[in-house]
Each structure stands twice: as C-alpha cells, then as structure tokens.
C-alpha cells in the first residue's frame, strides 16, 4: 500500500540552528500539507503546497518557515532558526487528485530543540 | 468558540462494549468529515471518511454525519483492546488544497 515517508524519525537540535524535515509524499498525489502536533495538543496546520507553490498557510508558518519540493518526490520544511517552541512531532500529509478530502498521513518527524 | 471540539476523554471501557465518540463543529461549510486513530508517538491513520450527511459503516466501525446538528459520531462495536488509542475528528472545506481541521482527540481505553 501507498505511504508517506519522512525523514528523519526523530532530530535533537540546539536553539537558533537549521532544520529540514523530508517527506516523500504518496507517488501519483498533487496536494502536500505540514502539520505540527506539540505533545499532548491537538494536530495543527501548518501549510499546504500545490503546483509549486504555497495554497495556504497558517499564522504559525511564520518567516522562519519555508517548504520546497525540490524534484519530483521530496517535499521539505525547513525551520531557519528553531526556537524551544518548535518542539514538537511534524507531521507530512499528502491528498490526490479530484475533489475529496482524505488526507494521508506520514509516521512524524520529532523535533527535539535544546 | 472553537471550530471544532471534541470531548478528550479519556474514555475507558471494557472489551466488547459499543463505543461512542463524538465531534462538534461551527463551520456549516464543512463537507468531508474524516476519522483518525492515532497511536502513541505515531502519525494519525484514516478510518473512515465521509461526504456531506449520513452513515457509513465499514466493518465494525460505523460513521455518522448530522450536518443539521453540526454533529459527528464514531461507533465501534465489539471493541477490542487494539482499538486503544486516540481518535481524531476532522473535517474540511473541500478537496483540493483545502487544510484539514483536527479535533483535539479522545483518548480511548479499551480494557480485556
């Protein structure tokens, strides 16, 4: 069956470093999504990508934040400079083609910032 | 008031029971509603996925739509201690690039 990958499955870093997050969404699907779960809260959007470009964003997604698909499979968040409160799992989720809603999700990403 | 509330539990039953869960929403635009089940430190699996008002059942997990009340349900029936996990609410505008709106989750026990 079809999944979602992401990479890597847990990353510590040190406040005011660089992160990317991998994702490699399901093969055939047009609509990309990063959402962000901090522990024990609920899961919250953070942007959505289509045609190489972003379709809409959260006020979370701030200018710390960007996402590329830089070739025809990965599909990257990079935090420019992580603060203590990016802590949290990320999450990467992908949708096909046509008007329906379910959206598939990737097994996370943990972000440790210390 | 929030878009989308979800009672968060955690709800504890024993093996066998019937289980009910629950969303409320206030956005009358929603159209697709959508569960999930999230294991521990895992990424949130799709169960069920519905259009607009109704029922669907798929195996021993049924979905309901009321979208007059505003109004979700879940039902297991027959839980099983693999059913224990958090379950997710979540709804969208439409298809498309459109984000998905999570509930905060209910937390689910299901004792043998």
């Known amino acids: 069956e079809p999944e979602v990958t992401q990479t890597p499955s847990h990353q510590v870093t040190q406040m005011g470093q660089e992160v990317i997050l991998r994702c490699v969404p399901i093969s055939n699907h047009l609509y990309f999504y990063w959402y ?64 329906t809603g379910e959206l598939f999700f990737g097994e996370g990403s943990r972000l440790t910032v210390l | 008031q929030k878009e989308v509330e979800q009672d968060p539990g955690p709800l504890s039953v024993p093996e066998g029971a019937i289980v009910s869960l629950n969303c409320t929403y206030s956005n009358s635009a929603f159209q697709y509603f959508m569960w999930y089940r999230q294991y521990s430190r895992k990424g949130p699996e799709l169960l069920m996925y519905t259009y607009s008002s109704g029922n669907k059942e798929d195996g021993r997990f049924t979905a309901q739509v009321d979208k007059s009340s505003k109004y979700i349900s879940l039902f297991i029936r027959d839980s099983q201690p693999s059913d224990s996990a958090t379950y997710l609410c979540a709804m969208t505008l439409s298809g498309g690039y459109q984000k998905v709106t999570f509930g905060t989750g209910t937390k689910l026990q299901v004792i043998p």
């Open chain 1, 36 to 99: 962000r779960q901090i522990l024990g809260q609920k899961v919250e959007f953070l942007v959505s990508f289509y045609n190489n470009e972003i379709s809409e964003k959260s006020e979370i997604f701030d200018d710390q934040f960007s996402v590329e698909r830089p070739d025809g499979s990965n599909f990257t968040l990079k935090i420019r400079s992580t603060k203590l409160e990016d802590s949290a799992m990320y999450f990467c989720a992908s949708r096909g083609q046509g008007n």
